[in-house]
Nanobody, 124 residues
Framework: QVQLVESGGGLVQAGGSLRLSCAAS????????MGWFRQAPGKEREFVAAISWSGERTYYADSVKGRFTISRDNAKNTVYLQMNSLKPEDTAVYYCAATYYPGTYRSIGEYDYWGQGTQVTVSS
């Protein structure tokens, strides 16, 4: 079992930055690939970014590539999402998720554990 708790969300103006954190507890965090997803009101949950268990491989949605950076610190059992140049369309609840058996890294169905989410609101 892995428990995930996101933090760092908030209200920011367009062009600003936020850093989300996802703290994990439970067994063998370093063996899990981690992902960030988001869900805007009235829309389906979508992939944002993912990172392999070692941190060597990262993956991004086209909509955030070049603006967001995912990283992890296995010693701290934490994964981060640095979000720069934020846009109003980035407004959503952001969720972190963990999977022991990643495939594409981009599919919701690949992830076994989810956090409760943190709200990010970008004003224009």
């Amino acid at each position: 079992q892995v428990q995930l708790v996101e933090s760092g969300g908030g209200l920011v103006q367009a062009g600003g930055s936020l850093r989300l954190s996802c703290a994990a507890s439970g067994r063998a965090f370093s063996r899990y690939a981690m992902g960030w997803f988001r869900q805007a009101p009235g829309k389906e949950r979508e992939f944002v970014a993912a990172i392999s268990w070692s941190g060597e491989r990262t993956y991004y949605a086209d909509s955030v590539k070049g603006r967001f950076t995912i990283s992890r610190d296995n010693a701290k059992n934490t994964v981060y999402l640095q979000m720069n140049s934020l846009k109003p369309e980035d407004t959503a609840v952001y969720y972190c998720a963990a999977t022991y058996y990643p495939g594409t890294y981009r599919s919701i169905g690949e992830y076994d554990y989810w956090g409760q989410g943190t709200q990010v609101t970008v004003s224009s």
